[in-house]
């Protein structure tokens, strides 16, 4: 009898550790979710600005229609992209673009004096600083579920329910070494 009470008592912990660790890990799921979607968010906003500014431009740089071209195209990819790797590889094309239309600023001193573009301009640089941190906030949230499904006794609760290690958000291998300055 007494030992049938302790076997139930053991059996309950056990029960209670499982249904803890699970709880534990949709939570990290959740924050990983989570945080996925703000990227979204603030991508979204990113893609927004974008025809703004390439209306603004084609006022002044009517002739750059392959750079102003190249930065649609590169917009629509990363509208259209799925999942962590093929959205990194999609945005840094686009910041790519973006770069080629902030260089023509540089040839055409009305464009850069203009208010609304200066104004696009900003915004765009405040969508990228908070683009950078939701990477970041992502990729935190990415390591603590990671971690938490690969760890004793968790990794025998995420086999037997199916949870599944999720993808970083990374930059491509290209824009991974050092930076080369050339004057």
Same mark, same amino acid.
């Given at each position: 009898m007494i030992a049938l009470a302790v076997v139930g008592v053991l059996a309950l912990l056990l029960l209670f550790l499982v249904v803890m660790?699970?709880?534990?890990?949709?939570?990290?799921?959740?924050?990983?979710?989570?945080?996925?979607?703000? @990227?979204?968010?603030?991508l979204k906003r990113r893609h927004? /600005? @974008?025809?703004? /500014?390439? &209306?603004t431009v084609k006022g002044y740089a009517a002739h750059e229609r392959g750079t102003l071209e190249a930065v649609i195209a590169a917009r629509r990819q990363a509208v259209s992209a799925q999942g962590p790797h093929d959205q990194a590889s999609? #945005?840094? /094309? /686009?910041?790519?673009a973006l770069k080629n239309l902030f260089a023509?600023?540089?040839a055409y001193p009305d464009l850069k004096a203009n208010q609304n573009f200066a104004a696009l301009q900003d915004e765009l640089a405040t969508s #990228?600083?908070? @683009?950078?941190?939701?990477r970041q906030y992502y990729n935190d949230a990415v390591l603590t579920y990671n971690n938490g499904i690969q760890t004793v006794p968790a990794n025998i609760v995420a086999g037997m329910t199916g949870f599944q290690a999720r993808e970083y958000f990374q930059?491509? &291998? &290209? &824009?991974r070494g050092p930076v080369q300055v050339r004057f």
């Amino acid at each position: 009898m007494i030992a049938l009470a302790v076997v139930g008592v053991l059996a309950l912990l056990l029960l209670f550790l499982v249904v803890m660790t699970y709880n534990g890990l949709v939570r990290k799921r959740g924050a990983v979710d989570n945080a996925w979607a703000q @990227i979204e968010v603030q991508l979204k906003r990113r893609h927004d /600005l @974008i025809p703004n /500014l390439v &209306e603004t431009v084609k006022g002044y740089a009517a002739h750059e229609r392959g750079t102003l071209e190249a930065v649609i195209a590169a917009r629509r990819q990363a509208v259209s992209a799925q999942g962590p790797h093929d959205q990194a590889s999609a #945005e840094n /094309l /686009l910041s790519g673009a973006l770069k080629n239309l902030f260089a023509l600023s540089e040839a055409y001193p009305d464009l850069k004096a203009n208010q609304n573009f200066a104004a696009l301009q900003d915004e765009l640089a405040t969508s #990228e600083n908070r @683009i950078a941190y939701s990477r970041q906030y992502y990729n935190d949230a990415v390591l603590t579920y990671n971690n938490g499904i690969q760890t004793v006794p968790a990794n025998i609760v995420a086999g037997m329910t199916g949870f599944q290690a999720r993808e970083y958000f990374q930059a491509p &291998e &290209e &824009e991974r070494g050092p930076v080369q300055v050339r004057f």
